[in-house]
């Protein structure tokens, strides 16, 4: 008499209803593993996304970055900032660059009546914009004629017009930098980004709207007087054209230092394909302590089945002798097996999900979970099933109806 699968896993229902404290501690442990799979790979992916967003958000992947490298413990004869010659030198030998910004930065006080705000002011170029992708919300920005007359002029950010202006307009106005007077010409855009993981200011761009900008050439002629800059930023003329400009730039500066490593240069679309290496990287570790915490499990439901094979061995016999095949009996413990570890599946997928946003909103991160994560950790659980319930299955199957049917 062979069973059918609808009765096998009707059987496997009834056995789990019968003993339910013995088969909540099993679905427990499988609760447990795919609820962490569900959360942890979310928080992964949280991450990376976020760190994605923020790449893109400050100029995208072809944006190449050079500074000063503070690992490097240089010689005292190596200078470690770049000259305006170098500079100039360096912008004519890269052509296939888009758009080029050397800048320079100090901490100042910016005064405007009875008002003070210390920040970081910063000679830039016109480019700095674009490298940026980073517009006036009011006036203008910096222009070559700015540049080339060394003008006294400045662009501020919205919380410095904020803090010295108020309500009030600030375009036009002239505020007191280092005693020097600059006009103020624009304002740039308010900048927001969703910051994870903060306590407090919850905008990632918050110290771009502290920042003012200045001509490169007015802040070395008249502000700090000195002809150095440590770091500078280009664009490629796209994301994958943007390695072999890094390389180009790095050869560059290494020629010009001797062959010191005295300087950094970081290539955004390297630095996303590191990070989505190592995000694959992560999975699989986890994935393999998930797999070995989940096989312990395994071990554990396996124990449990070999258990309730002994309670329910008169039953194997009965079943054998009223025309049952062996393979039948086997089936018919896999699937309940299978059906338990399953359920704990779907649960821990469904706790998974629903603590996302707790522990999204402990941490301050957005975690986002994926359809195919949700995929891998039902199908992990239903592999335990499978893992722990062959054993079982095959003792069970090779029981001698006999023997069975005489065991108390």
Do not use: C
């Amino acid at each position: 008499m062979a069973i059918s699968l609808k009765e096998n896993i009707t059987v496997g229902f009834s056995d789990f209803w019968s003993r339910k404290v013995r088969s909540i501690i099993t679905v427990m442990g499988i609760v447990l593993g795919t609820m962490s799979i569900i959360v942890v790979l979310s928080l992964v992916k949280g991450i990376n996304n976020q760190t994605m967003k923020w790449m893109m958000e400050r100029g995208g992947l072809s944006k190449i970055t050079v500074r000063r490298n503070w690992q490097y413990d240089k010689p005292d004869h190596v200078k470690n900032y770049f000259t305006w010659k170098e500079l100039v030198l360096i912008r004519s030998l890269i052509p296939e660059a888009k758009y080029f910004n050397p800048q320079q930065r100090q901490w100042v006080r910016h005064s405007y009546e009875d008002k003070d705000y210390r920040t970081s002011i910063h000679g830039i170029l016109p480019d700095f914009s674009k490298i940026e992708e980073w517009d006036v919300q009011e006036g203008r920005f910096i222009s070559s004629f700015d540049i080339e007359q060394s003008n006294d002029v400045i662009v501020i950010g919205t919380k410095v017009k904020e803090e010295l202006f108020g309500n009030k307009k600030a375009v036009g106005e002239v505020i007191t930098v280092n005693d020097r007077r600059l006009k103020i010409i624009g304002i740039m855009a308010f900048r927001y980004m969703k910051n994870s993981g903060s306590i407090g200011n919850d905008n990632a761009f918050s110290y771009l709207n502290r920042r003012t900008f200045v001509p490169l050439t007015t802040m070395i002629h008249k502000g700090s007087g000195r002809d150095n800059i440590s770091s500078f930023t280009l664009k490629a003329q796209d994301a994958e054209s943007a390695p072999a400009l890094r390389e180009k730039l790095n050869n560059i500066i290494l020629n010009l230092r001797r062959g010191l490593p005295v300087f950094e240069v970081e290539s955004a679309k390297e630095e996303a394909e590191e990070m989505a290496q190592n995000q694959k990287m992560f999975q699989t570790i986890f994935y393999i302590i998930s797999v070995i915490s989940l096989l312990v499990g395994a071990i554990v439901i396996a124990n449990i089945m070999l258990a309730t094979i002994q309670e329910r061995t008169r039953e194997i016999g009965i079943r054998l002798t009223v025309g049952a095949r062996r393979r039948d009996i086997f089936v018919q413990f896999l699937v309940q097996t299978v059906l338990v570890t399953t359920i704990g599946g779907i649960l821990g997928i469904i706790v998974g999900l629903s603590l996302l946003d707790i522990v999204s909103n402990f941490l301050g991160i957005e975690l986002m979970a994926g359809v195919g994560m949700v995929f891998v950790a039902l199908i992990v659980s239903a592999g335990v099933g499978l893992v722990s319930g062959i054993v079982p299955a095959i003792i069970a199957s090779k029981l001698d109806p006999v023997e069975a049917l005489r065991y108390e």
